[in-house]
């Protein structure tokens, strides 16, 4: 029997009470979608035992899934599973990307069609020497980060667009990268043409509640449209600054068997950097295309 209940934050739920190694019926289905868009972030604990297999099937359910550019990466056998992990094979080679969401971003801004809602699996979660969880992820509300925007700002900001772009969220996260970490591969030109920028409104309509979203993040965004550089800066650096405000924030505790869905399209997330090896997190995600956003309004 499902139950839903708020997380200890200002948004998002947890559901106990199903095994996703089994077929869910529809109702079920659609009940975990509308706690989703409701709720914009839901943890479905209890699932230690949930198999690739069984979490690409699960994750298929709310769309496509995308394969990640960076596949040496990706889960062997399952290219839909993307490895989040610092732990490495016994010749020392990593087992996935262990500096992943170091910045705050939302998956796949940089595509024309981001993604819709991505699933992590928490296979293992370090502990620091008190048995506490280590390496959370927090989440932001961008729903509630745009209706709290000054009026002016709502104005200026439902006229502009972003450009975001996988070279910015890779040099990002490159620069943050710790010596002695497996960090990002080197790219090549070829790599990022591959990927092409993409350009979104500031301000779009989630296409199923039409709530107003603040989209850009400091990730991802290059800069806005017809900006100059330092302009789009101190406007990108502001805007974040407002959106991961604490009281728009939920700070996940993992605990093991956790599959974390998030709604990419109302939110922001950021993977905290506290723990090292032996203290090892393994972690893998699926990731769901979504439609290209819509200005709001
Ligand atoms: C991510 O998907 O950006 C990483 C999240 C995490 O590992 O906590």
Known sequence: MLTIERLSGPFGAEITGLDLNTELDTATFDEIVEALHRHAVICIRGQQSLTPEKHIAFSRRFGELEVHVQSSFNLDGYPEIYCITNCVDEKGDALGLAEAGRVWHTDLSYMREPSRCS??????????EDGNP????????????????????????????????????YGR??????????????????????????????IIAHPHTGAPILFCDFGTTESFVGMGQDESDTLLEELTAHTVRPEFVYAHKWHGGDLMIWDNIQTQHFAVDDYWLPQRRRMQRTTVKGPAPQAAG
């Open 173 to 202: 996260i490159k620069a943050k990268s710790k010596p002695g970490r497996q960090g990002l591969k080197d790219l090549t030109e070829e790599d990022f043409q591959k990927v092409p920028p993409a350009i979104h409104p500031a």
């Open 119 to 128: 699933l992590l699996h928490a296979i293992e979660v370090p502990i620091d």
């Open 134 to 169: 280590l390496g959370d992820t927090l989440f932001a509300s961008c729903t509630m980060a745009y209706e709290a925007l000054a009026d002016e700002m709502k104005e200026r900001l439902c006229k502009m667009q972003a450009i975001h772009s996988y070279r910015q969220v």
